[in-house]
């Protein structure tokens, strides 16, 4: 963008070509340091994200199933869909929450209604409960497993052989085991990271200003329209706080630091939305993901059923725990 400082050696800046000509867009939430607010040779970065309030100038409307909607009216879906995201720390809560609100949206624009009907039928009490109903089939953990093994395996340490990359993915699918992140000091015990907890206030002021600045920079997204955009954003979310609780199991801390919630981002930008454009190349555009479409799905549900009818905890009528 005219005017803007040049780039940091932090910041891994692309651009975008926009839809109607040849300009292009900075994505500056991509650096670390500015999220976190520290970082010396940042403060003009910071001043310029901070004063950058109005979403970036994206020509046309935006296509949710068969209805258009304008900027107004996806700026209200994403707003909401930050504020139920921060309830959301596990993928396929995530995406199942993204799913809700274009679910709703969509239902209510075809009955006649506006994007401000949708909203008010997403708030209260009855809202909550068709939500639970909407995520129960996250409920069960194998499913879940196989919905969050690919984003996770995309992000392992390049050092890692296809042996390794395959006893992950068992280990991710069966929900017990240990498991290597790119930002692990050594094995995770995948019961032990369940266990991890937040640090009240540091990692959530981080994580809010990455979402919020993911919205801000929505040409990222606008090849995908608005339902595959907020699946997206839902999984980036998730995906950040997964990272950041493996980086506290892998060193033997009870929570997650401000320091953790900033190597996540690092670690979601490299490998999802910097190097991959956005989460759905991880599906298509990498080796693993390749693999996983081709080889570990249905061989994993297979595994999945095996090990979860051996664990004692098979016979219990209290569905399994999420992977977080």
Known sequence: LAGSPPPCRWCPFTTYQAPTGPATVRLSYLCPAVLANRG??????????????????????????????????YEQLEAHLAGILGDSPDLGRGLALGARVNACVSSRLADGGTVEDALASLSGPAAQEELERTIRPFRNARDARLLCAPFVLVGLPTSQGWSSILRNAVSLISGRGTIRTALSSGPIDLEVLRSVQWDPGTPTTVLRRYLLNLHLSRAMLADYGVEQGFLMIGAAYALVRWYARAAAASDGRSAATEGDAVEAIRLVELFYIHHNRTLHHAFTRTPVGSVLGSILLTPGRLAGLVLENRSPSATSSEPPPLPS
């Open 40 to 73: 010396a040779g940042h403060e003009e970065h910071i001043r310029q994200l901070d004063e950058d309030a109005a979403p970036l100038p994206l020509p046309g409307t935006y296509r949710l199933g068969t209805h258009d909607l304008d900027g107004r009216s």
